[in-house]
């Protein structure tokens, strides 16, 4: 019977709050500057895990119309930021205190400024209406805990068994319900209006992801889709949310605005940042490469790599070391606390210098032990650390291709051949075209599915001489 008293306990220790949005009083667990720390903690680890994408007239573009949006919200007064992140995937998250995210992979498939205003809007709302607070406060209520174990050793804080290739903490990325969906959905639009968006153009964003989904071949629908659950037709919600507009004469599309600032923007995976090819993890600017064990699913992040084992049993990860030399490197990290040195010294990899260290280390909050060896190498005036990670019962099955893989870093070969970079063009056709035909003079760039794709059309749809249209070409 105890645990009835914990209802009221939580129920004591925390607060009402009015809702910015509908004006009612919930109950809340979180306040607004832990709200704004929230958000802050998340912008370090995006900045940290996806990086920014490096265009900042393009990251200005973007934070003007948010600010915009958000400077006319129920919530002007948070220290909003918007964010532009170097990641294909097609995505846009809100964290709480006002700190917004989109990626250059969303941007892609869109074709207006209107459009982007109302992805914006949405996730301005989430934000407004204080959606991740109230479904933390929800969930501190049914007393289920939020933050993952960690291993002792802070070096190895993001643990096993996957939790680096989760990405983002589970405290910051909760799942918004179908009812919350439909309130941004209904403020995003109330916000495009209000900053003078043709609002009819925010179906064709969720039109077009649905045929991004549909296209992936049972690959999984976009990251934003995975992320904002479809809460029934939303094309056709806000289609009905257009309607209800008495005139559009002083409404803006912003498309050739748009589509100008696109232009030259990478499209799909960048691999100037590593890429995988035949099991090897390369990295054309550094000049470096390792083997990675078949069939381990490979996060490339800003900065570092981690391939996972598919079980769950073993991890590998791939980071630069902030000391001068390899001794000093593995030094500071066997004198991590909660560390068990089992041996380490002195080694080779690939002829270049390098120290090793074998460690047993305890999970701070499951006491799961893992087992683990991390060698520092020295390459190219810097310290390189491959580190492995397996619980005790599957390091006899796997142990072994880990330890090959921590050996097999090196330099590229002297005649590797690069993957090319592709950005997108803006082009305007002197006469009538097709996506098909467009395609056909990428290069290879692009398909022409693909191409339909980005560009809101058929294959074989014809596009009239003068319309400005997205293409692909390698630079």
């Known amino acids: 019977m105890r645990p009835l008293l914990v209802v009221p306990a939580l129920l004591f220790l925390g607060s009402c709050a009015v809702n910015p949005v509908t004006g009612k009083r919930e109950l809340s667990f979180v306040s607004e500057a832990q709200e704004i720390q929230m958000g802050q903690q998340l912008l370090a680890q995006s900045q940290q895990q996806t990086g920014f994408y490096n265009d900042p007239a393009l990251a200005q573009y973007i934070s003007g119309i948010g600010m915009k949006m958000a400077q006319a919200s129920e919530r002007p007064q948070l220290p909003w930021e918007f964010h532009l992140l170097d990641d294909p995937v097609v995505n846009a998250y809100a964290a709480p205190g006002g700190f917004i995210f989109i990626t250059r992979g969303i941007l892609a498939y869109m074709n207006s400024e209107a459009e982007l205003a109302g992805v914006l809007g949405h996730e301005i709302g989430h934000v407004t209406a204080r959606h991740s607070a109230s479904q933390m406060s929800k969930q501190q209520l049914m007393g289920a805990g939020f933050l993952i174990g960690a291993i002792a050793a802070p070096d190895l804080a993001q643990g096993i068994a996957g939790q680096a290739a989760m990405g983002f903490s589970q405290l910051l990325l909760l799942k918004y319900g179908r009812d919350d969906e439909s309130q941004s959905d209904a403020l995003g639009h109330k916000y495009s209006l209000a900053a003078g968006y043709d609002v009819r153009e925010m179906s064709n964003t969720f039109i077009t992801l649905q045929r991004v989904s549909a296209a992936s071949g049972g690959g999984g629908p976009p990251a934003f ?63 470096f490469q390792f083997a990675v064990p078949a069939g381990w699913q490979v ?31 593995g030094t500071a990290f066997a004198g991590q606390q ?13 002829g270049l210098p390098a120290f090793g260290v074998a460690f047993r280390a305890t999970s701070g909050q499951q006491g799961q032990v893992i087992e683990g060896e991390a060698v520092f190498i020295e390459y190219n005036g810097s ?31 002297a005649n590797q051949t690069f993957r090319r970079v592709r950005e997108l063009r803006i082009v305007t056709p002197t006469g009538p075209t097709t996506a098909t035909s467009l395609a056909a003079q990428s290069g290879g760039a692009i398909t022409a599915q693909e191409l339909a794709l980005i560009n809101s059309i058929e294959t074989d749809q014809r596009i009239p001489a003068g319309r400005k249209i997205k293409t692909v070409r390698y630079r």
């Open 299 to 329: 996060v490339n992040q800003a900065s570092r790599v981690v391939a996972v084992e598919p079980n769950g049993r073993g991890q590998l990860e791939f980071t630069q070391a902030p000391e001068a030399t390899a001794q000093a490197a």
């Open 383 to 413: 310290v390189w650390r491959m580190m492995g990670l397996v619980v005790p019962s599957a390091a006899q099955a796997i142990g072994g291709a880990l330890g090959q893989s921590i050996r097999s870093f090196g330099p590229t070969a």
């Open 225 to 287: 889709l995975s992320s904002h659950p479809d809460p029934g037709d939303r094309a056709a919600a806000t289609q009905r949310w257009a309607d209800t507009v008495s005139s559009f004469a002083n409404l803006t599309s912003g498309r050739d605005r748009f589509l100008d600032r696109l232009n030259g923007m990478v499209y799909g995976e960048d691999p100037r940042n590593g890429y995988m090819d035949n099991g090897r993890f390369i990295h054309p600017a550094l000049r």
């Open 338 to 350: 909660g560390l068990t040195v089992l041996s380490s010294g002195r080694t080779t990899v690939s």
